[in-house]
Nanobody
Framework: GEEPVQSGGGSVPAGGLMTLTCEVL????????VAWFRRNSGSAFEGVGG????????YTGNSVQGRFSVSQDGAKKTVYLHMNILKPEDTAIYYC??????????????????WGQGTQVTVAS
Protein backbone atom coordinates (compact mmCIF):
# COMPACT_ATOMS: atom_id res chain seq x y z
CA GLY A 1 0.00 0.00 0.00
CA GLU A 2 0.90 3.63 -0.38
CA GLU A 3 -1.08 5.18 2.43
CA PRO A 4 0.59 6.03 5.72
CA VAL A 5 -0.30 3.85 8.68
CA GLN A 6 -1.39 5.69 11.80
CA SER A 7 -1.31 4.51 15.38
CA GLY A 8 -2.19 6.02 18.73
CA GLY A 9 -5.35 7.82 19.69
CA GLY A 10 -8.11 7.02 22.13
CA SER A 11 -9.47 8.84 25.14
CA VAL A 12 -7.55 11.22 27.39
CA PRO A 13 -8.65 13.58 30.16
CA ALA A 14 -8.51 17.32 29.61
CA GLY A 15 -5.07 18.67 30.38
CA GLY A 16 -3.46 15.41 29.38
CA LEU A 17 -1.08 14.55 26.58
CA MET A 18 -0.97 12.09 23.73
CA THR A 19 1.30 11.28 20.79
CA LEU A 20 0.03 10.07 17.43
CA THR A 21 2.28 8.16 15.04
CA CYS A 22 2.31 8.18 11.25
CA GLU A 23 4.40 5.58 9.45
CA VAL A 24 5.13 6.80 5.93
CA LEU A 25 5.32 4.09 3.29
CA UNK A 26 5.56 6.19 0.17
CA UNK A 27 5.66 9.79 -0.96
CA UNK A 28 3.93 10.93 -4.11
CA UNK A 29 5.88 12.94 -6.67
CA UNK A 30 6.07 16.50 -5.41
CA UNK A 31 5.54 15.64 -1.76
CA UNK A 32 7.98 17.40 0.52
CA UNK A 33 6.32 17.15 3.91
CA VAL A 34 3.99 15.21 6.15
CA ALA A 35 1.02 17.20 7.39
CA TRP A 36 -1.45 16.53 10.18
CA PHE A 37 -5.13 17.42 9.86
CA ARG A 38 -8.16 16.92 12.04
CA ARG A 39 -11.90 16.90 11.53
CA ASN A 40 -14.42 17.58 14.26
CA SER A 41 -17.93 16.16 13.88
CA GLY A 42 -19.70 18.36 11.37
CA SER A 43 -16.67 20.52 10.63
CA ALA A 44 -14.25 20.94 7.80
CA PHE A 45 -10.70 19.70 7.93
CA GLU A 46 -8.31 21.82 9.94
CA GLY A 47 -4.55 21.71 9.50
CA VAL A 48 -2.81 21.24 12.83
CA GLY A 49 0.83 20.96 11.84
CA GLY A 50 3.44 19.45 9.62
CA UNK A 51 7.10 18.75 9.03
CA UNK A 52 9.24 19.28 5.96
CA UNK A 53 10.92 15.93 5.35
CA UNK A 54 14.37 17.09 4.27
CA UNK A 55 14.94 20.10 6.50
CA UNK A 56 12.98 18.97 9.53
CA UNK A 57 11.37 22.42 9.73
CA UNK A 58 7.94 22.27 11.32
CA TYR A 59 4.82 24.39 11.54
CA THR A 60 1.72 24.26 13.72
CA GLY A 61 -1.75 25.67 13.30
CA ASN A 62 -2.87 28.75 15.22
CA SER A 63 -5.40 26.88 17.34
CA VAL A 64 -2.81 24.44 18.65
CA GLN A 65 0.31 26.58 18.74
CA GLY A 66 2.28 26.14 21.92
CA ARG A 67 0.50 22.86 22.71
CA PHE A 68 1.13 20.63 19.68
CA SER A 69 4.40 19.86 17.94
CA VAL A 70 5.56 17.62 15.10
CA SER A 71 8.72 15.55 14.86
CA GLN A 72 10.13 12.74 12.75
CA ASP A 73 12.54 9.91 13.36
CA GLY A 74 16.06 9.89 11.98
CA ALA A 75 15.12 7.67 9.06
CA LYS A 76 12.37 10.17 8.15
CA LYS A 77 9.88 7.35 7.88
CA THR A 78 7.87 7.96 11.03
CA VAL A 79 6.28 11.26 11.93
CA TYR A 80 4.82 12.12 15.30
CA LEU A 81 2.18 14.58 16.46
CA HIS A 82 2.83 15.45 20.09
CA MET A 83 -0.25 16.89 21.75
CA ASN A 84 -0.09 18.54 25.18
CA ILE A 85 -2.56 20.36 27.42
CA LEU A 86 -5.39 18.73 25.51
CA LYS A 87 -8.77 20.42 25.55
CA PRO A 88 -12.25 19.01 24.83
CA GLU A 89 -12.29 21.04 21.61
CA ASP A 90 -9.32 19.00 20.40
CA THR A 91 -11.66 16.02 20.12
CA ALA A 92 -11.55 14.98 16.47
CA ILE A 93 -10.42 12.38 13.98
CA TYR A 94 -6.75 13.06 13.26
CA TYR A 95 -5.17 12.28 9.91
CA CYS A 96 -1.64 12.43 8.63
CA UNK A 97 -0.93 12.82 4.93
CA UNK A 98 2.14 13.00 2.76
CA UNK A 99 1.85 16.40 1.18
CA UNK A 100 3.35 19.20 -0.82
CA UNK A 101 3.79 22.06 1.62
CA UNK A 102 4.93 25.62 1.38
CA UNK A 103 4.94 28.60 3.69
CA UNK A 104 3.78 32.00 2.46
CA UNK A 105 3.70 35.12 4.64
CA UNK A 106 4.03 32.94 7.70
CA UNK A 107 1.10 30.74 6.75
CA UNK A 108 1.64 27.07 5.90
CA UNK A 109 -0.24 25.48 3.02
CA UNK A 110 -0.41 21.72 2.51
CA UNK A 111 -1.75 19.82 -0.49
CA UNK A 112 -2.17 16.21 0.66
CA UNK A 113 -1.44 13.13 -1.44
CA UNK A 114 -1.56 9.88 0.55
CA TRP A 115 -3.83 9.92 3.60
CA GLY A 116 -3.50 7.84 6.73
CA GLN A 117 -6.56 5.95 7.89
CA GLY A 118 -7.40 8.45 10.64
CA THR A 119 -7.53 7.95 14.36
CA GLN A 120 -10.07 9.19 16.90
CA VAL A 121 -8.88 11.35 19.78
CA THR A 122 -11.43 12.08 22.48
CA VAL A 123 -10.65 14.57 25.23
CA ALA A 124 -12.94 14.20 28.20
CA SER A 125 -13.83 17.35 30.11
Amino acid sequence: GEEPVQSGGGSVPAGGLMTLTCEVLKYAAGDNCVAWFRRNSGSAFEGVGGIFTESGDTYTGNSVQGRFSVSQDGAKKTVYLHMNILKPEDTAIYYCATSNCFVERGQAHATPSYWGQGTQVTVAS
